[in-house]
């Protein structure tokens, strides 16, 4: 709005600022849209306002949650700042570089700075963007915002601000790119004279890529995307050929526009040219390009992006020793959004995991649980290191990642070899955090336990609670048909399994009649080309269709694929038949999708079917995808169902 750059203006010329002319020309147009935050800031100093004098703007909540962070021109005397541009050698930026990077808090960078009076230009933003790196909270501000009232820190501001005139382009703009990360004050003089000093050199035309894309993101943060300076930079970036981009170039516009830029798909075709060109590129990116490019995909929403997700995944199988934990987290994250896996991924997930799974970070452990849970891999040398660690690591866990991480060996089915020790330790965490977990998470770790055939019941007790269901409708979620039928197949395993429970029970009005529904994966669907040779061998083998049916809803919410009853005697009765029926035999027609992707294992939601369907009193018979895809004709077929179905009589012929 014409209000704020006006007063931007106001505070330049009272510190003695030249003001560029193309600034002063858009005083008369708004430099950004009315945001819908309106708040209250004390004017700066340089206003010579009434002590009590406020101006009432509208700005970006972001800079707010900071609280009240004095400028650092009250702190300083303008003026009195030694100059920034000491001409440093590379090796010296090299050293101080090194030391600014393995500073672990910001009290170990401060230290620094005041260690190191003369600093380059390059140095002193990059000071801003590591205490940014290190206090930073989740976007809800800094942790310690009193670290800006911090003088070797104003000091430096101040020097910033003194030299902006002569800084060079790329420390211009990565200086303001930090004052934003740190929600420095907009209306600070650092700030003020960055964006002066931006819009000058922007007028020019002369900003390489990643400075536009840096400027963008650092306006974007002040005024939001409708900001003048902003669709400036991004007509700018338009105007240039992607086809000629570097990936250093590629990668900051890809973040760029991840960071909030192309909302509403203001790009579409500036993406799909860099989406060409990243697929030109994608056998020489490093391990930084391919995550944040993965990343950048998945918050964009790039649906047709697919080719370009498989070219970074291969890439990335090189890369899986040389990830950050923070890099190999975003790529398993993208790799889980598109639905993708690949073979030799795993494989080098199978080599790196097992040597880091006690050091590395605790979300990436339990993303690599969640990728593999998810694309129904089952990879015994991860599972089993993570089991491992895991009782030595859970305290550094929290419920969610600690429930996550037993849900993933749940969906594969899979108790590794030390488990005793494993379910001991869950347990234990239960105990001393049960208050601390989520009513979902909570549900999700006791169903996975049930799974893998563990039962705790002191605490399947409390989530039958009248109390516990009212949380879980409290949530956020609420009360979907996932969460309904968790509980009653927990309700079902406790009544099944558990003879000797007599804690409450979890009511009627919470529980499905059928586990087999749309949006759901407590069963899975039978396969229809499967299904057919099944049934198409079936009535050779029985002589007629109605002596089996097909998907049966039992009382007990599981849906059989084939259902085939016998009189006491071993006839075949009619299906349609509802007396005298001695045996009820259940047929699984287990195609791909039941079984692990890589492996003959069953998954834990169809092993726990059968395993009640038995105690049920079914006669199951598994016919896998695996032995039937073997058969050649259709005489092997029905000799094949003969021997499974009824593998103690003779076959008659029809």
């Given at each position: 709005?014409?209000?704020?750059?006006?007063?931007r203006?106001?505070?330049?010329?009272?510190?003695?600022?030249?003001v560029?002319s193309?600034?002063t020309?858009?005083?008369?147009?708004?430099?950004?849209?009315?945001?819908?935050?309106?708040?209250?800031?004390?004017a700066?100093?340089?206003?010579?306002?009434?002590p009590?004098?406020v101006?009432?703007?509208?700005?970006?909540?972001?800079?707010l949650?900071?609280?009240?962070?004095?400028?650092?021109?009250?702190l300083?005397?303008?003026?009195?700042?030694q100059?920034?541009?000491?001409?440093?050698?590379?090796?010296?930026?090299?050293v101080?570089?090194?030391?600014?990077?393995?500073?672990?808090?910001?009290?170990?960078?401060?230290?620094?700075?005041?260690?190191?009076p003369?600093?380059?230009?390059?140095?002193?933003?990059?000071?801003?963007?590591r205490?940014?790196?290190?206090?930073?909270?989740?976007?809800?501000?800094?942790?310690?915002?009193?670290?800006?009232?911090d003088?070797?820190?104003?000091?430096?501001?101040?020097?910033?601000?003194?030299?902006?005139a002569?800084?060079?382009d790329?420390?211009?703009?990565?200086?303001?790119?930090?004052?934003?990360?740190?929600?420095?004050?907009?209306?600070?003089?650092?700030?003020?004279?960055?964006?002066?000093?931006s819009?000058?050199?922007?007028?020019?035309?002369?900003?390489s890529?990643?400075?536009?894309c840096g400027?963008?993101?650092?306006l974007?943060?002040?005024?939001g995307?409708?900001?003048?300076?902003?669709k400036?930079?991004?007509?700018?970036l338009?105007?240039?050929?992607?086809?000629r981009?570097?990936r250093a170039?590629?990668?900051?516009?890809?973040?760029?526009?991840?960071?909030?830029?192309?909302e509403g798909?203001?790009?579409?075709?500036?993406?799909?040219?860099?989406?060409a060109?990243?697929?030109?590129?994608?056998?020489?990116?490093?391990?930084?390009?391919?995550?944040e490019?993965l990343?950048?995909?998945?918050t964009?929403e790039?649906?047709?992006?697919?080719?370009?997700?498989?070219?970074?995944?291969?890439?990335?199988?090189r890369?899986?020793?040389?990830?950050t934990?923070?890099e190999?987290?975003?790529?398993?994250?993208?790799?889980m959004?598109?639905?993708?896996?690949?073979?030799?991924?795993?494989?080098?997930?199978?080599?790196?995991?097992p040597?880091?799974?006690?050091s590395?970070?605790?979300?990436?452990?339990?993303?690599?649980?969640?990728?593999?849970g998810?694309?129904?891999?089952l990879?015994?040398?991860?599972?089993?290191?993570?089991?491992?660690?895991?009782v030595?690591?859970?305290e550094e866990?929290?419920?969610?990642?600690?429930?996550?991480?037993?849900?993933?060996?749940?969906?594969?089915?899979?108790?590794?070899?030390?488990a005793?020790?494993l379910?001991?330790?869950?347990?234990?965490?239960?105990?001393?955090?049960?208050?601390?977990f989520?009513?979902?998470?909570?549900?999700g770790?006791?169903?996975a336990c049930?799974?893998?055939?563990?039962?705790?019941?002191n605490?399947?007790?409390?989530?039958?609670?009248p109390?516990?269901?009212?949380?879980l409708q409290?949530e956020n979620?609420?009360?979907?048909?996932?969460?309904?039928?968790?509980?009653?197949?927990?309700?079902m395993?406790?009544?099944l399994?558990?003879?000797?429970?007599?804690?409450?029970w979890?009511?009627?009005?919470f529980?499905?009649?059928?586990?087999?529904?749309?949006?759901?994966?407590?069963?899975?669907?039978?396969?229809?080309?499967?299904?057919?040779?099944?049934?198409?061998?079936?009535?050779?083998l029985?002589?007629?269709?109605?002596y089996?049916?097909?998907?049966?809803?039992?009382?007990?919410?599981?849906t059989?694929?084939?259902?085939?009853?016998?009189?006491?005697?071993?006839?075949?009765?009619?299906?349609?038949?509802?007396?005298?029926?001695?045996?009820?035999?259940?047929?699984?027609?287990?195609?791909?999708?039941?079984?692990?992707?890589?492996?003959?294992h069953?998954l834990?939601?169809?092993?726990?079917?059968?395993?009640?369907?038995?105690?049920?009193?079914?006669?199951?018979?598994?016919?896998?995808?695996?032995e039937?895809?073997?058969?050649?004709?259709?005489?092997?077929?029905?000799?094949?169902?003969?021997?499974?179905?009824?593998p103690?009589?003779?076959?008659?012929?029809?």
């Amino acid at each position: 709005m014409a209000r704020t750059l006006a007063l931007r203006l106001h505070l330049l010329r009272h510190l003695g600022t030249q003001v560029p002319s193309s600034l002063t020309a858009c005083a008369a147009r708004p430099l950004c849209c009315t945001r819908p935050h309106t708040s209250t800031v004390y004017a700066p100093t340089p206003f010579k306002l009434s002590p009590r004098a406020v101006c009432t703007i509208t700005r970006d909540p972001l800079f707010l949650v900071a609280g009240s962070v004095r400028p650092h021109q009250e702190l300083l005397a303008s003026g009195s700042g030694q100059s920034l541009l000491h001409h440093l050698t590379s090796e010296e930026d090299r050293v101080f570089s090194d030391r600014l990077s393995s500073c672990t808090s910001s009290q170990q960078v401060l230290r620094l700075l005041r260690s190191h009076p003369d600093l380059s230009s390059g140095a002193a933003a990059s000071v801003l963007h590591r205490l940014a790196d290190l206090e930073q909270d989740d976007g809800c501000g800094l942790k310690n915002p009193q670290l800006l009232s911090d003088v070797a820190l104003n000091k430096l501001c101040q020097k910033l601000e003194q030299d902006s005139a002569v800084l060079e382009d790329d420390v211009v703009v990565r200086a303001m790119l930090g004052c934003t990360r740190l929600y420095l004050d907009p209306w600070s003089r650092l700030v003020v004279r960055l964006v002066s000093e931006s819009q000058e050199r922007l007028d020019l035309e002369r900003l390489s890529v990643e400075s536009l894309c840096g400027l963008s993101r650092a306006l974007f943060a002040l005024e939001g995307p409708e900001c003048g300076m902003v669709k400036q930079a991004m007509n700018q970036l338009q105007n240039k050929d992607p086809s000629r981009w570097t990936r250093a170039e590629l990668v900051a516009v890809y973040r760029t526009l991840a960071s909030g830029l192309n909302e509403g798909g203001r790009y579409p075709e500036l993406l799909n040219e860099m989406s060409a060109h990243a697929l030109r590129l994608a056998q020489r990116m490093d391990p930084v390009a391919v995550s944040e490019i993965l990343g950048a995909l998945v918050t964009l929403e790039q649906t047709q992006a697919l080719p370009l997700v498989i070219a970074l995944c291969k890439q990335a199988v090189r890369h899986v020793p040389k990830f950050t934990d923070a890099e190999l987290t975003a790529v398993l994250s993208a790799l889980m959004h598109y639905g993708h896996s690949d073979h030799f991924f795993v494989e080098a997930l199978e080599r790196h995991v097992p040597k880091v799974v006690f050091s590395a970070h605790a979300e990436t452990i339990t993303k690599v649980m969640q990728y593999f849970g998810r694309r129904r891999i089952l990879s015994v040398p991860v599972f089993n290191a993570v089991a491992e660690s895991f009782v030595y690591r859970a305290e550094e866990y929290s419920t969610w990642q600690v429930s996550q991480q037993i849900v993933a060996l749940g969906m594969l089915g899979y108790v590794p070899p030390d488990a005793p020790r494993l379910f001991r330790k869950v347990e234990s965490v239960l105990r001393a955090r049960y208050l601390q977990f989520q009513p979902r998470a909570l549900l999700g770790l006791l169903h996975a336990c049930t799974l893998l055939q563990r039962y705790p019941l002191n605490f399947v007790s409390k989530v039958f609670s009248p109390y516990f269901m009212q949380q879980l409708q409290e949530e956020n979620s609420g009360m979907d048909r996932l969460v309904l039928a968790q509980l009653t197949q927990l309700y079902m395993t406790v009544k099944l399994e558990c003879p000797f429970y007599d804690g409450p029970w979890l009511l009627p009005k919470f529980r499905v009649k059928s586990f087999l529904a749309p949006g759901q994966s407590f069963e899975t669907q039978v396969e229809t080309q499967f299904y057919g040779a099944v049934k198409s061998g079936l009535v050779d083998l029985l002589g007629a269709r109605f002596y089996f049916a097909s998907k049966v809803l039992t009382p007990y919410c599981y849906t059989l694929d084939v259902e085939i009853k016998l009189d006491e005697e071993g006839y075949v009765l009619p299906a349609s038949h509802v007396e005298d029926v001695h045996k009820r035999i259940a047929l699984c027609v287990d195609g791909p999708k039941r079984f692990a992707a890589n492996a003959k294992h069953l998954l834990g939601k169809e092993a726990i079917k059968q395993r009640h369907l038995r105690i049920l009193r079914y006669d199951v018979v598994q016919i896998p995808f695996y032995e039937f895809e073997k058969l050649k004709d259709k005489k092997e077929v029905v000799e094949y169902l003969h021997k499974k179905i009824f593998p103690h009589s003779y076959r008659l012929s029809w």
